[in-house]
């Protein structure tokens, strides 16, 4: 069975620059989650998804977007790239909304800003 | 907001055991996550609880305290492939999510 995938796996951007990182659930699970690892830190939560709909978004700038698609899938959204945005994202899938169900997290993608 | 607290690095020695200690603040608890998480590498799931007490599952135990806001991931007979990040998540129930909220991890160095 495919567990969560992420792509691509590495990425370098410059500055200003426009990227969109994609993930897969688990077959079966509606609901993704993305998520936002700075070195040396824990994972921050960005947005939640089920069923096509934004469930949820933390503390992030407008410049962060992300949408779902009909097979569940989902992509992530980034603008104007910082310095600061150079982290671990992380998708994690779930297979509903609520609060019975755990994550699974993919391997995320590593992005460098520079 | 919400709070979470661990300790920043732990040493021990292989076939020892070691604690790891998380305090945590939250307005909408919802359940308690410990995961693994090597270096570059997914978080792994290794345990979870909602109410009070111990689970434990093989090596690894969790307790929970809701009353007093605290967990520990207990890590039993350890082995060198247990050197890793853990990670103390709890879920929070918002207006219209369900979304972990991480400590900053605590990284376990197991020596020979």
């Known amino acids: 069975d495919a567990g969560v995938t992420q792509s691509p796996t590495h990425l370098i951007k410059t500055r200003g620059q426009h990227v969109t990182l994609r993930c897969s659930p688990i077959?079966?699970?509606?609901?993704v989650s993305w998520y936002q690892q700075v070195l040396g830190q824990g994972p921050q939560f960005i947005f939640q998804?089920?069923?096509?709909?934004?469930?949820g978004r933390g503390n992030f700038p407008d410049r962060f977007s992300a949408r779902q698609f009909p097979n569940y899938s989902s992509e992530l959204n980034v603008n104007a790239l910082l310095l600061g945005d150079s982290a671990l994202y992380l998708c994690?899938?779930?297979?509903?909304?609520?609060?019975?169900?755990?994550?699974?997290f993919g391997s995320g993608t590593r992005l460098t800003v520079v | 907001g919400q709070n979470i607290d661990q300790p920043t690095e732990m040493t021990a020695t292989e076939g020892a055991i070691v604690q790891i200690n998380c305090t945590y603040q939250?307005?909408?608890?919802?359940?308690l996550f410990w995961y693994q998480q090597h270096a570059g590498e997914a978080p792994t799931f290794l345990s979870y609880n909602v109410l009070d007490g111990l689970e434990e599952k093989g090596r690894f135990s969790s307790f929970l305290s809701r009353s007093k806001g605290y967990s520990y991931l207990l890590l039993k007979e350890l082995q060198m492939k247990d050197s890793a990040s853990y990670l103390c998540a709890v879920r929070d129930r918002g207006s219209n999510d369900y979304k972990l909220s991480f400590g900053a991890g605590t990284t376990v160095t197991v020596r020979a």
């Open positions: 939250t307005s909408g608890f919802n359940g």
């Open positions: 077959s079966g699970h509606k609901s």
């Open positions: 998804y089920y069923e096509k709909e934004e469930r």
């Open positions: 994690a899938s779930s297979l509903e909304w609520g609060a019975s169900y755990g994550y699974t």
